[in-house]
């Protein structure tokens, strides 16, 4: 038997989402604690600036909180259905944005240098150390990627491109496209297996 | 012109994770993965590549406040940082060693094959009977327990010809007690209402009536199973509101239980 096993939802994750799926709301602050930072880092690379970010993570909780009774465990991990919600939202987020900055005419983008300070976020050292050698991994498997594979990936999960718009935008075959988004995902799979969410649950 | 179809269906998880799918490709990717257990675990694990990918980006953190601002859209009150540790009251440790447990057994539940449903249905119908309980925390708190206790197995019984209406039996072996949740039931006739029975050697037992709210749901607390013997099935029909001893209707809903 092999199915199952490898991608198996963790009890305790499973045990938050079915306690907000019972309307219990203090499921919410855990979940927060295991996810809230990743969540924010795909709101940030999204929107590219911190009120937004936030704004959109605060979204994708109260989505998830609704949402939370059609959790499918079977179609993969609470971290992997949360950060799809906080894509989603900050996707829109910046469709709108778009939308509204046509209007006006005003197009230029509110990317600060700074981003509040490390630290605030995870008390127990632990984490902090997980959550460090997990971003040390991701940086190390995109760099282990062509230029054109990172960028494939890149323009369709943080700027919400399809294979076609992305060949488009680059004037490249969509046959070609499409292999650089395949092998690049293949590539970081192998690279960042150990290092998913689920681990050591 | 894109012409996906050429793609083999395959190869296409990747960038179905990604998000980088048109509209048409990702339903004609979605009738296949609704046929294969491999691509849906395939996809899945990239889901799990994709969550990682904004690490690699630039350093960034969310302020401290932004913890209580999402308790409170989710309309929680604003709690201790500390909340997901369990307190030193007894009760919140107690409790929570229970929903640690409850999601071992759900998770074997949904291993079990025909007497399985899905995740989000076990989640939705908890979330029904929590709210059908009432609004007092304490009330709701209790069926959740019982619903959710360690042991406690569930069991969908499904329509003949028709998937839409439902039955889930929170199956409790431990405490010879079953939970009726049942949704999308049709309304009865005057005078009429759902039996269920217990298939228990062979042989149909009389258990509960109960009648379905106008939006189709009827929940019913505690049904006692019947001691001894080996039971196999439920089953529900419909009978004159009294109930009756043996079953005078066809079978509407049917299903198998697990094996103790």
């Known amino acids: ?201 | 012109m894109t012409r996906p179809d050429q793609d083999s269906p395959r190869d296409l998880a990747a960038a179905y994770a990604l998000g980088a799918l048109s509209r048409d490709e990702a339903a004609r990717f979605e009738a296949y993965l609704a046929t294969s257990a491999e691509a849906r675990d395939e996809v899945s694990e990239y889901r799990e590549v994709a969550a990682l990918l904004a690490l690699g980006g630039p350093e960034s953190a969310p302020g401290r406040a932004l913890r209580d601002r999402v308790l409170a859209r989710a309309g929680v009150q604003s709690a201790p940082p500390q909340a997901s540790a369990p307190r030193a009251s007894g009760g919140r440790a107690r409790e929570y060693g229970l929903w640690v447990a409850l999601a071992a057994s759900l998770l074997l539940v949904m291993g079990l094959g025909a007497a399985v449903l899905s995740t989000a249905r076990q989640l939705a119908a908890a979330k029904q009977i929590a709210a059908s309980a009432g609004q007092q925390l304490a009330a709701r708190d209790a069926t959740l327990d019982a619903i959710l206790a360690p042991g406690v197995q569930l069991v969908q019984l499904t329509a003949s010809g028709d998937p839409e209406p439902g039955i889930q039996l929170f199956w409790d072996r431990q405490r010879h007690r079953a939970i009726v949740n049942g949704y999308r039931l049709r309304p009865v006739a005057q005078g009429k209402a759902y039996q269920l029975w217990f298939i228990k050697d062979g042989k149909p037992v009389p258990s509960v009536t109960f009648k379905p709210a106008p939006d189709g749901r009827a929940s019913v607390g505690t049904v006692p199973l019947p001691a001894d013997g080996s039971i196999s099935a439920a089953a529900v029909t419909v009978e004159p509101e009294a109930g009756s001893l043996q079953p005078t209707s066809p079978i509407l809903l049917v299903g198998t239980l697990p094996k103790s």
């Not at chain 1, 199915?3 to 939802?9: C, I, K, L, R, T």
């Not at chain 1, 910046?94 to 300070?117: C, K, L, N």
């Not at chain 1, 984490?127 to 054109?148: N, T």
């Open chain 1, 1 to 201: 038997m092999s199915d199952g096993a490898p991608h198996s939802v963790s009890a305790a994750d499973f045990a938050l989402v079915a306690r907000a799926a019972a309307g219990d709301q203090r499921a919410i602050g855990p979940l927060y604690d295991r996810y809230g930072a990743v969540l924010y880092a795909v709101a940030y690379r999204i929107v590219g600036q911190a009120a937004d970010a936030e704004e959109v993570v605060a979204d994708a909780f109260a989505q998830a909180w609704r949402d939370a009774p059609r959790f499918d465990a079977g179609r993969g991990s609470v971290a992997g259905w949360l950060t799809m919600i906080a894509r989603s939202r900050a996707l829109d987020l910046v469709r709108a944005r778009t939308r509204r900055d046509r209007i006006t005419a005003s197009a230029a983008a509110d990317r600060p240098e700074h981003s509040p300070a490390m630290g605030d976020f995870r008390p127990d050292p632990a984490g902090a150390l997980e959550h460090a050698e997990r971003r040390r991994e991701v940086r190390q498997a995109l760099a282990s990627l062509s230029a054109p594979q990172r960028e494939a990936i890149e323009l369709a999960y943080f700027e919400g491109l399809s294979q076609s718009e992305i060949a488009e935008r680059l004037q490249e075959p969509l046959g070609t496209v499409k292999t650089r988004v395949r092998l690049g995902m293949q590539k970081l799979r192998e690279c960042l297996r150990p290092f998913y969410f689920e681990r050591g649950q």
